[in-house]
């Protein structure tokens, strides 16, 4: 079955601090991959869909300077959290999508801390 | 505006104890409505995905099933390691197409 690797699973880094999240498709090509972000008991609030070559598109209220994504192959996407903040805390999950019905599959999530 | 609600917010079942989950949902043109499981701490892992009106699909202890305005998760017999948040979500045209979430509900199955 499909697989998306997430890394890191967890980071913890200084306010003001840069973290690069990495997810990559490991058994297939993914035209498009989504970022979403969860927070303590909340639901999956996508951020931005980004498409292998162009630029993210990116959900109103987030900022697209301080969430940095970068879909250079057809198998990796990053999002760079930069000048991360102690809000900017939560549990990010990206996705990649295959179409049909099996459409979406989910990274296993990086748990950011800025202390 | 495209919303999806999800019933109960939490739920707790003794071991073998069946229940349903609920989904209701407000979209203009739904294209698909998917159900997944999430464990603590990790990414959302694909259970179903469902098309149309009547339709219906199972998988072990658990069954989906889907009307014009909500969507059904039915737990028969459950274990304790059915325990888990299940999330709702729709495929909306957007950006070309994503999943909008439902908040979850949150099932604790107790031997």
């Known amino acids: 079955g499909a697989v998306v690797s997430q890394h890191p699973s967890r980071v913890i880094c200084k306010s003001g601090t840069s973290v690069k999240i990495e997810c990559r498709s490991l058994?297939?090509?993914?035209?498009?991959m989504f970022w979403y972000r969860q927070f303590p008991k909340q639901s999956l609030m996508l951020m931005a869909t980004?498409?292998?070559?162009?630029?993210?598109?990116?959900e109103q209220g987030v900022e697209k300077d301080k969430f940095l994504i970068n879909h250079a192959s057809l198998t990796l996407s990053t999002l760079t959290v930069t000048s991360a903040h102690p809000e900017d805390s939560s549990f990010y999950i990206c996705?990649?999508?295959?179409?049909?019905?099996?459409?979406?599959?989910f990274g296993s999530g990086t748990r950011l801390t800025v202390v | 505006e495209d919303q999806v609600t999800q019933s109960p917010e939490a739920l707790r079942l003794q071991e073998g104890e069946s229940s349903s989950l609920n989904c209701s949902y407000t979209?203009?043109?739904?294209?698909?409505l998917f159900w997944y499981r999430q464990d603590p701490g990790k990414g959302p892992e694909f259970l179903f995905t469902?098309?149309?009106a009547g339709e219906e699909k199972e998988k072990e202890r658990l069954k989906a099933t889907l009307t014009k305005k909500e969507s059904f998760l039915h737990i028969t017999a459950p274990k304790p390691e059915d325990s888990a948040t299940y999330l709702c979500?729709?495929?909306?045209?957007?950006?070309?197409?994503?999943?909008?979430f439902g908040k979850g509900t949150s099932l604790l199955v107790t031997p």
């Open positions: 996705s990649a999508s295959q179409g049909g019905a099996r459409g979406y599959t």
């Open positions: 058994d297939f090509q993914a035209t498009t």
């Open positions: 980004s498409n292998e070559g162009s630029k993210a598109t990116y």
């Open positions: 979209v203009s043109g739904l294209r698909g």
């Open positions: 469902l098309y149309s």
């Open positions: 979500a729709v495929e909306v045209a957007h950006s070309g197409y994503a999943l909008n």
